[in-house]
């Protein structure tokens, strides 16, 4: 069964450092992959999503992530993150067959400090 | 424009009680799908609606839930006779279905809990 990796369960950053939150996945074929981010007291939204092309794909409020096929992986990042960053972030996937559920990672809580 | 919106956004029920959870999705979007989200369990797919084909059920916990959609818009999630481990968020989404990939946006969800 596909399945989704995130390996950092907590991740505790001052402000202006530097973030990349991992995800790898474990579907053989054609994948969409997404980050969704959970703002306290909010819904998810989405952050950024690779569907096909340049494999360096930008998002909302200066996120990044790089698709590695060979890796498997989907890592987020962000050069200098802001105390608004303070979230859960969940990356998904679903097959390239057509619209399919998403399957998520369990998430990665980031707590940013001043 | 409008979101994704799910009513009630709070529910507190009593063990052995049934519940319906609704979901409104965006207009125009024609998949319609519910998750779960809880502590433990993260967030898990329960039940898909793609226009007018039989719903993907393969996700639902237990015969206790059900769900339909009616008219190809609202969709009302059933949870009958409630247990304490029912207790979650349940989220609605809903994506366009245009053909290729497509993009799932989320409503606020239901907080359910069973007491």
């Known amino acids: 069964a596909q399945s989704v990796s995130q390996h950092n369960h907590h991740v505790i950053l001052s402000e202006a450092a530097s973030l990349e939150l991992g995800c790898n996945y474990s579907y053989g074929g054609t994948v969409n992959l997404f980050w969704y981010v959970q703002y306290p007291g909010q819904h998810l939204q989405l952050l950024l999503k690779y569907f096909s092309g340049d494999p360096l794909v930008k998002g909302i409020k200066g996120f990044e992530a790089e698709f590695i096929k060979s890796k498997f992986s989907f890592n987020l990042r962000k050069p200098s993150v802001q105390w608004s960053d303070t979230a859960e972030y969940f990356c998904?996937?679903?097959?390239?067959?057509?619209?399919?559920?998403?399957?998520f990672g369990k998430g990665t809580r980031l707590s940013v400090i001043a | 424009g409008a979101g994704v919106s799910q009513s009630p956004s709070n529910k507190v029920t009593e063990k052995g009680k049934d519940v319906e959870l609704r979901c409104d999705p965006i207009?125009?979007?024609?998949?319609l799908y519910w998750y779960r989200q809880s502590l433990g369990q993260g967030l898990e797919f329960l039940i898909y609606?793609?226009?007018?084909?039989?719903?993907?059920k393969s996700g639902l916990p237990s015969d206790r839930f059900s769900a339909e959609r009616t008219g190809g818009s609202v969709s009302t999630l059933t949870i009958q006779r409630t247990q304490q481990e029912d207790s979650a968020v349940y989220l609605c989404?809903?994506?366009?279905?245009?053909?290729?990939?497509?993009?799932?946006?989320f409503g606020p969800g239901t907080r359910l809990t069973v007491l």
């Open positions: 609606f793609q226009g007018n084909s039989a719903p993907d």
């Open positions: 998904a996937v679903t097959r390239n067959s057509g619209n399919t559920p998403l399957v």
């Open positions: 989404a809903s994506s366009l279905s245009a053909g290729g990939p497509d993009t799932q946006y």
């Open positions: 207009s125009g979007h024609t998949a």
